[in-house]
Each structure stands twice: as structure tokens, then as C-alpha cells.
């Protein structure tokens, strides 16, 4: 008789197999973290770690291919804002807030080293940015519309802006969320709010 795959069982062991593996890559950088020691921090065995994640750098991507559904998440509820003000913040918000996170600083160093050696890697990260760019975009457009936001800036350029600035807070060494949203709220403000 053939196994059934419980397919809850199967998202509990992947995520606490990537919830171990970040701070192993963050902390021994991509080329010297193990398997083993990934494993271990998981409760599971070596073999377990490449059951669902086929290789090293499989499990490193598949680290950041979870920012794709979350910011796809994140994308919805900020357009469902009525106010498009508040869809800003609460994307600027989540986008700063992952660097709260104690393995982000590594994780973003390895990601920066990793980039240019891996195109899949590449795509993945540019898809989930993709996806927190578009929204800003749009909501930059709304809020402009409303006259909540300075007319003259360019929706694109400004998105560019304020996903910089929440790049940026990764690489503090404390909660700069409250910094980030008043940067980005007094960079779009109108000379009139």
C-alpha cells in the first residue's frame, strides 16, 4: 500500500526546517552552514533537510520565496485600505518590520553575496520586491488622487525611495519601524498636511 502524505505535516517540517536554517546561514554564511547543523536545530536528520529541500542553496532560496506569498498577503490587505495613506504605512510597516528579526542582518549579507552566482535566486527575490513595488505604486497613485500625497512626485521613483528606506532598517541594530514610517510619511507628505 502506497504512503499518504499529510500535507500539513509536510508545511509544519518545511517550515521548522527553514525556521532552523536561518539563523545557521546568517550566522556561518552560505558556503560554511551544514546541513547537520541545520538539522539539528530543527529536530530532524540531515537526510530529513534534503527530503524537502533537494540542496544547500534550494533551502537558501526557498528562505526568500516565503516573502513572495507574504508580500502577496501584505499587497492585498494594503490595497483593501480605504484610506490609502494607511495602506502605505502598513506596508512600509511590515516591509521594515522583518528586520526586527535577529538573524536579518546575515541573512541580507548573504543574500547581497548569493545574488550574482544565483539566477533563481535572483528572480525569486525580484518577484516578492516586485510584488511590494507594484502595490506602493499604486497606493502612491491613490493618495495622490486624494491630494494626501505630494503631486509631484513620481509614483515609481517614490516607491523606489521607500522601499529603500526599508531595506535600510535591516541593517540597524534595533527596531527602526517608527524611524522608517515617519521618513516615508514626511517624504510624501504634501507642503499643505
Known amino acids: 500500500m502506497a504512503r499518504t502524505v499529510d500535507p500539513a505535516l509536510t508545511a509544519r517540517r518545511r517550515a521548522t526546517i ?3 536554517a536561518a539563523p545557521v546561514f546568517a550566522e556561518s554564511g552560505f558556503e560554511r552552514a551544514r546541513a547537520a547543523d541545520i538539522a539539528a536545530r530543527a529536530g530532524v536528520s540531515s537526510g530529513t533537510v534534503f527530503y524537502y529541500f533537494t540542496d544547500k542553496a534550494t533551502l537558501f ?9 507574504r ?14 495613506v494607511s495602506g502605505i ?3 512600509v510597516d511590515a516591509l521594515a518590520g522583518t528586520s526586527t528579526d535577529p538573524a536579518a542582518v ?44 505630494d503631486p509631484s512626485l513620481d509614483p515609481a521613483q517614490a516607491t523606489a525611495f521607500l522601499i529603500a528606506l526599508t531595506d535600510g532598517a535591516h541593517l540597524a541594530d534595533r527596531d527602526v519601524r517608527p524611524d522608517v ?13
Request: hydrophobic share 50%; glycine share 4%.
Open 18 to 20: 527553514l525556521d532552523a
Open 61 to 69: 532560496r526557498a528562505l526568500f520565496a516565503a516573502d513572495i506569498e
Open 71 to 84: 508580500n502577496e498577503e501584505l499587497r492585498d490587505r494594503a490595497l483593501a485600505e480605504p484610506d490609502p
Open 89 to 91: 504605512r502598513l506596508l
Open 106 to 149: 546575515g541573512l541580507v549579507a548573504e543574500l547581497i553575496r548569493r545574488v550574482p552566482a544565483d539566477p533563481a535566486l535572483a528572480e525569486t527575490v525580484a518577484a516578492a520586491d516586485g510584488i511590494a513595488r507594484e502595490a506602493l505604486a499604486e497606493l502612491i497613485g491613490r493618495a495622490q488622487a486624494q491630494g494626501a500625497v
Open 181 to 193: 514610517r515617519r521618513a516615508a510619511l514626511a517624504y510624501l507628505r504634501t507642503e499643505e498636511s
